[in-house]
């Protein structure tokens, strides 16, 4: 019997084409995934609700609906999905409010492969 192992469907949510890149260059380069972008949290919400967003990273700047308004109904609707939210705005209000709703944790912008490799070994998405 062959086993298949799926890769992890990601789901990259910003609205700047540049951060969509260099995010999907910072995940590990070991790490079997299916990378989906999306350019606001409406289109995010729409890729998770369609399965491909098993772990997000989801800025929280966005027009059309920003990373609130999409942790919101990803808790809502009990949608399942990891979040970590990436973004420059790293206040503490903005912190304690993006883990009141769901996320698991704020890596700072600009990304490292180091940071993500820590936050994905740390809640068990990643094995060291």
Not at 11 to 23: E, G, N, V, Y
Not at 60 to 76: H, N, Q, S
Not at 90 to 111: H, S, T
């Amino acid at each position: 019997m062959q086993l298949h192992f799926m890769s992890t469907p990601i789901l990259i949510c910003d609205d700047s084409s540049f951060a969509r890149k260099q995010m999907a260059r910072a995940l590990p380069k070991d790490w079997d995934v299916e990378i989906t972008f999306a350019e606001n949290g409406q289109e995010g919400v729409d890729a998770i609700r369609a399965g491909k967003g098993e772990v997000v990273f989801l800025d929280l700047t966005m027009p059309v609906m920003d990373g609130y308004g999409a942790l919101e109904i990803i808790k809502r609707e009990d949608l399942p999905a990891m979040v970590v939210v990436v973004s420059g705005d790293i206040q503490p209000e903005a912190l304690a409010r993006v883990k009141q709703l769901g996320a698991m944790d704020f890596i700072k912008k600009p990304i490292n492969e180091e940071k993500i490799t820590h936050v994905l070994t740390e809640f068990g998405i990643l094995s060291p």
